[in-house]
Structures are given as structure tokens and as C-alpha cells.
């Protein structure tokens, strides 16, 4: 999976529509093979980050669980700290 696209799902305050399509576009991105798309498939690359985010929104507003929901904060802590020890300070 892409590093860039990060779990949106079971955090309280819960993912923002910025987030959502972040990633969508993160995810187009990495298929289509190419950060910015020429200005002849653009139309259809901004279609495909939009009909993604909207699928991703309902999905994410479907799911069910009995988790607690994670703390951004402290999951962004733990992430720094793999990172560190992975790549050093």
C-alpha cells in the first residue's frame, strides 16, 4: 500500500472531507502513474478523486465496530517514533 494514504477510519474527531479526498487523490495518483495529469486527462483525473473520495466517504461512513476510537495525537506520536527508530533522530 502506498505510505501516503493513512487509515482514516476509527478516530475521534472522525476523518475530515479534506482528508478523505487527500487520499483519493493520493491513490489516483499512484495508479495513474503520474502526480499532476496532462491537461487532456485531467477532466477524467478529477473525476476519478472525486468519484473515490465519495465511494471512500460511504465506506468509511458504513463501517461498524466496537473499538474504542484512536487519538490522532498519540497515533501520530507512535508514527514518529517508528520513524525515528527506523531512519534515526
Known amino acids: 500500500m502506498c505510505r501516503n494514504i493513512k487509515v482514516l477510519y476509527n478516530f475521534e474527531p472522525p476523518a475530515t472531507d479534506d482528508e478523505i479526498r487527500a487520499a483519493a487523490l493520493q491513490f489516483v495518483r499512484k495508479i495513474s502513474g503520474s502526480a499532476k495529469p ?5 477532466a477524467a483525473f478529477n473525476r476519478a478523486v472525486d468519484q473515490i473520495a465519495q465511494a471512500s466517504a460511504i465506506l468509511l461512513g458504513s463501517l461498524v465496530t466496537t473499538a474504542t476510537p484512536r487519538n490522532r495525537q498519540i497515533e501520530a506520536a507512535r508514527a514518529r517514533a517508528r520513524s525515528a527508530q527506523r531512519f534515526g533522530s
Not at 38 to 42: C, F, G, Q
Open 38 to 42: 496532462s491537461a487532456a486527462n485531467e
